[in-house]
């Protein structure tokens, strides 16, 4: 839909006439992580994308410097449990001066930041290991304040050492509350910090440049951002459900690359040669590649390692399961492969209800983003990954079944492809505007779908929480207006902006590439083998334009107001787009060219009535809204005590009563109750059990019933042409 965003960017010039920042200020006991030319290139390229064609038009000033100045403090320490007050005092002379830095590509300043703030995290750590074997008293009246985020930063080094003692206990004092074998609890506390020096040890400047470029971002608006080479990686499997590898989710196990499981059908299932539990200790390019060993990596650099382009090789030494360190590894070579991850794509149930005697049957569709697989798409694969893809499928499937209504899903669906949200909503309507988008120059687009085929002409309704966002709104509100529909759920999240992802790489000359291959001693071509399928510089995606609903109305910080509300097991004062500062407006524009198909304003007040006097006799809601107030009432707790006796009498409390509520909401349900110490059931049972536990959406799928029993339908959708 929105043009491909041209820019050309001259930074060859820049880069070879830029003064060198001043030398940076060693932190002893820190790391002493610095920056690199290309990160200072990167900084330079998205300060000067942001400032030219942000939406929002912000100038890059000292209000702004002292935005980010606050979100990355608070990005590093938003508790204040490490820095001294004395150390965010020294850190002030910055707080005008990182606009300057950001125009120049000086990174020092951030990085000097962050490398205090490292110091102080390894010494309160370091500390923590020295008290572990210290008595503690746990019949004192004492409490641990573990939510300081709005108290002063800490004044003085034995006022901070007397909050890391207090933690200690406390950390103490949970293993202790499990288990009687304090020497045992000790060790595991032992293992657990030594395990956060060993992972604040392996932060990298890319970690502490992710960081800052986020605080910059954010402070600009809440959906631009930077994703830096593996983020980018993560992002486009995220909007594609695809990537190009060997079909195996990694996790880090005392320091190794650990196999937690295999996709059927992959590369390394088809391979034989792989199991759960084996430890991957290096890694190949090609069928002649040198090994690098990866024992001790952090896992996104080994899993980029791992990741590849499709048809390529890639040999793994393998430690299989319950060998020793000492044994001979085996050595698997595969060749990369494209992996689907059905997991994570859209999916169908069927749910039967009883209306005046009359069985209803009620396909759910749950749809977990917006995604597609944009190369595939572009390279005119035809069986590419897509949203409306899977879900036409689905739909083909419901009708076989004779499904009488189709509820789809949206709740946690926080968007993704705006050319999906505009297809999907193809299926259900003939054709017609689904959504407006104005760019930086005040132009309006009105995007349409203009296929007049329809997947589902029967009766739907669209089920959405407080985290359905962007395309999720697109969608919603578009079935909305068109009077498709019915919405039911919480107010949505509010995110009505598009961004534009900008890869780097394409933008970023070819004569600073070679520069920086030059100044790095290294050949570019030569590097990016090594990073599998991840790009050099990583990814920007940069707000551009902002939607509105086909209505006029803009989703941004209002989001889409459902027909039939539910009460927010979100706290909506917490999440969504009205809580952010940097956040643009609500607005209107002139509404588009459309006619409605329908209208539930006749029987929506029956439909509430029907849904509040189910509610009013029904438990489940009493047990919702329990849920509610007692996440209300714990966010607002920030300090436990650290006496044994009241902590265990709280807990035990706590414990039973939750058992009780679960095992009332399970028969109210018609589900067997668990009985105390009862061991977890199966996967598949226990997916079972929990769909028949979602009482929302349930729920959703019994209103949309009340409609179809209604004598008065009034939504009337043209079945499409054979």
Known sequence: ??????????????????????????????????????QSVVCRTITSFISSYNYKKVELNDSISSLIFDRYLKALDENHNYLLASDVKDFEKYRTVLDDDLKSGNLNDAFYIFNVYQKRYNEHVKYSLAQIDKPFDYNQNETFTYDRDNLPWIASQADMDKLWTQRVKYDLLNLKMASADMAKNKETLRKRYENLLSQSNKLSNQDVFQLFMDAFTNSIDPHTNYFNPSNAANFNIDMSRSLEGIGASLNTENEYVTIKSVVPGGPADKSKQISIDDRIIGVAQGADGEFTEVIGWRIDNAIALIRGKKGTIVRLKILPKGKSASDKPKIVEMVREKIILQDQSAKKEIRTYNNNGKQVKIGIISIPAFYVDFNAYKAGDANYKSTTRDVRLILDTLKKNNVDGVVIDLRENGGGSLMEAIELAGLFIKEGPVVQVRDTQNKIEVDQDEDPSISWTGPMAVLVDRFSASASEIFSGAIQDYGRGLIIGTQTYGKGTVQSPIDLD???????????????????????????????FGQLNLTIAKFYRISGNATQHKGVTPDIKFPSVIPMDKYGEDTESSALPFDMINKSDYSTVGSFSNVLPQLNKLHDQRMATNPNYKYLLDDIADFKKRDAEKSVTLNEQSLKQQRDADEARTFDRNNKRRVAMGLQPLKKGETAKPAAVAKKEADDLDFLKIEAGQILTDYIGMDNKVTNVPAPKQ
């Open 1 to 38: 839909m929105f043009k491909k965003l041209y820019v050309i960017l001259i930074l060859g010039s820049a880069l070879a006439c830029k003064a060198a920042p001043a030398k940076m200020i060693s932190v002893p006991g820190s790391n002493d992580v610095q920056p690199d030319e290309q």
């Open 506 to 536: 394409k933008v970023i000359s070819p004569s600073v590439k070679n520069l920086l291959a030059s100044l790095a001693g290294k050949n570019t071509k030569s590097a990016a083998v090594g990073n599998g399928s991840q790009s050099q």
